[in-house]
């Protein structure tokens, strides 16, 4: 069974970088034909998907988001990181990484979700 955790800091200075990774166990991330994206929630904005690392390395990031947004992996450790730049207060939010996983009609499903990490913006 797929399992993801987060980790990293839980507080990060504003104007820092935000580093998260994301240990997955019981899949690998390079298998046809899974993505595996970070997500975050706030009592302002709700969950909001950040982006994505497909299975082949290609990345995908949401609009608002991506001019500071950087998903990379490790395929040796089957990892993937999270890195966004410049944070403000408004990017206090418990982070989450998922599986996205295909579905039958084009799309992706967030089938797997790790635990969460809360992560506090504050000097």
């Known amino acids: 069974q797929v399992q993801l955790q987060e980790s990293g800091p839980g507080l990060v200075k504003p104007a820092q970088t935000l580093s998260l990774t994301c240990t997955v166990s019981?899949?690998?991330?390079?298998?046809?034909?899974?993505?595996w994206s970070w997500i975050r929630q706030s009592p302002g904005k709700g969950l909001e998907w950040l982006g994505a690392i497909a299975y082949a390395g290609s990345t995908y990031y949401s609009p608002s988001l991506k001019s500071r947004t950087s998903i990379s992996r490790d395929t040796s450790k089957n990892q993937f990181t999270l890195q966004l730049s410049s944070v403000t207060p408004e990017d206090a939010a418990v982070y989450y990484c998922a599986r996205e996983a295909p579905t039958t009609v084009g799309l992706r499903a967030l089938d797997y979700w790790g635990k969460g990490t809360p992560v506090i913006v504050s000097s």
């Open positions: 019981g899949g690998s991330i390079t298998t046809s034909y899974y993505y």
